[in-house]
């Protein structure tokens, strides 16, 4: 089977994979709950190429991030659920009926306000119609949070939690508080350590986290955005230390933890440098 720039190639390909007694015997043992967690996987895997910088590698990442739609779709296929044409069917559609100031016959030009305001009210609608098609019975979800997705990884989830109680007011008005929160919550976690609950510990730094997403959205920061930078930068300086040590002849192992931290602070300074002669703000 040839390499090809259709859709329908990598469909094909996927139906070859899971076929009994041809195909690929770990792609046969698959279902929706083990793969899920490679979908997660790969949607991260293209957020980091976009941080990078690195199209090519985008341009990969986006076609494994493909691939667990083809995948999920086939298995759905083999279900009789749905085909990957009812896929690429719902999103055609509501993209269209999400964007009548683009498809329809719309006289005037909608501000960002404006097409934000008739994305909600044909989300509202679509909820609706969803609701209504339920089997009758079926327990209704009344919290305003309950639209939000609980599939969601833990950051994104805090964030779209905090964003939508900030619907209704629920919020902070100054990112000052927060950063006052996030002390409390700190002093918090310092009196669990005498108490020497594990329990407690990992409730309190939960809170300190939540509380650090919410001080990144009144600072318009993408938290999860922010944390992939301050690995990456992580990385970097951790890698400074392993060269300074290799060229000395030293390894990380015989290294103490004094001399690493010297190590880390000539990165910090070396970089500084680097970023003021590039003329880029400074870094922590």
Same mark, same amino acid.
């Given at each position: 089977?040839?390499?090809? +720039?259709?859709?329908?190639?990598?469909?094909?390909?996927? &139906? =070859?994979? $899971?076929?009994? %007694? /041809?195909?690929?015997?770990?792609? !046969?043992?698959?279902?929706?709950?083990?793969?899920?967690?490679?979908?997660?996987?790969?949607?991260?895997?293209?957020?980091?190429?976009?941080?990078?910088?690195?199209?090519?590698?985008?341009?990969?990442?986006?076609?494994?991030?493909?691939?667990?739609?083809?995948?999920?779709?086939?298995?759905?296929?083999?279900?009789?659920?749905?085909?990957?044409?009812?896929?690429?069917?719902?999103?055609?559609?509501?993209?269209?009926?999400?964007?009548?100031?683009?498809?329809?016959?719309?006289?005037?030009?909608?501000?960002?306000?404006?097409?934000?305001?008739?994305?909600? +009210?044909?989300?509202?609608?679509?909820?609706?119609?969803? &609701? =209504?098609? $339920?089997?009758? %019975? /079926?327990?209704?979800?009344?919290? !305003?949070?309950?639209?939000?997705?609980?599939?969601?990884?833990?950051?994104?989830?805090?964030?779209?939690?905090?964003?939508?109680?900030?619907?209704?007011?629920?919020?902070?008005?100054?990112?000052?508080?927060?950063?006052?929160?996030?002390?409390?919550?700190?002093?918090?976690?310092?009196?669990?350590?005498?108490?020497?609950?594990?329990?407690?510990?990992?409730?309190?730094?939960?809170?300190?986290?939540?509380?650090?997403?919410?001080?990144?959205?009144?600072?318009?920061?993408?938290?999860?955005?922010?944390?992939?930078?301050?690995?990456?930068?992580?990385?970097? +300086?951790?890698?400074?230390?392993?060269?300074?040590?290799? &060229?000395?002849? $030293?390894?990380?192992?015989?290294?103490?933890?004094?001399?690493?931290?010297?190590?880390?602070?000539?990165?910090?300074?070396?970089?500084?440098?680097?970023?003021?002669?590039?003329?880029?703000?400074?870094?922590?």
């Amino acid at each position: 089977m040839t390499p090809s +720039r259709h859709i329908s190639r990598l469909i094909e390909i996927m &139906a =070859a994979l $899971r076929t009994p %007694g /041809t195909g690929c015997p770990w792609d !046969l043992e698959q279902d929706f709950t083990t793969i899920a967690p490679y979908t997660i996987e790969e949607a991260h895997e293209v957020a980091d190429a976009i941080v990078r910088g690195d199209l090519d590698d985008l341009c990969d990442e986006l076609g494994d991030l493909l691939l667990q739609v083809v995948f999920h779709a086939r298995m759905a296929e083999e279900q009789g659920a749905f085909a990957f044409g009812d896929v690429v069917e719902a999103i055609t559609r509501k993209m269209i009926r999400r964007h009548p100031h683009v498809f329809a016959d719309q006289d005037g030009k909608l501000t960002p306000a404006g097409v934000k305001g008739a994305w909600d +009210r044909i989300k509202a609608e679509e909820k609706a119609e969803r &609701a =209504a098609r $339920r089997p009758a %019975g /079926t327990p209704q979800h009344t919290s !305003l949070l309950a639209q939000v997705k609980a599939g969601q990884p833990s950051l994104a989830r805090a964030l779209a939690l905090q964003q939508k109680a900030a619907t209704v007011g629920f919020d902070w008005n100054d990112p000052r508080a927060v950063l006052n929160k996030i002390r409390e919550e700190a002093d918090e976690i310092e009196a669990a350590l005498d108490r020497k609950r594990a329990d407690e510990l990992a409730s309190e730094t939960g809170d300190l986290l939540f509380a650090v997403v919410n001080l990144a959205r009144h600072v318009g920061a993408d938290p999860d955005m922010a944390l992939r930078g301050t690995n990456a930068k992580f990385e970097r +300086r951790f890698a400074s230390i392993e060269r300074a040590l290799a &060229a000395k002849g $030293r390894s990380l192992q015989a290294a103490t933890l004094q001399e690493m931290d010297a190590l880390w602070d000539e990165a910090k300074k070396q970089e500084h440098a680097e970023g003021a002669t590039a003329g880029e703000p400074r870094q922590s």
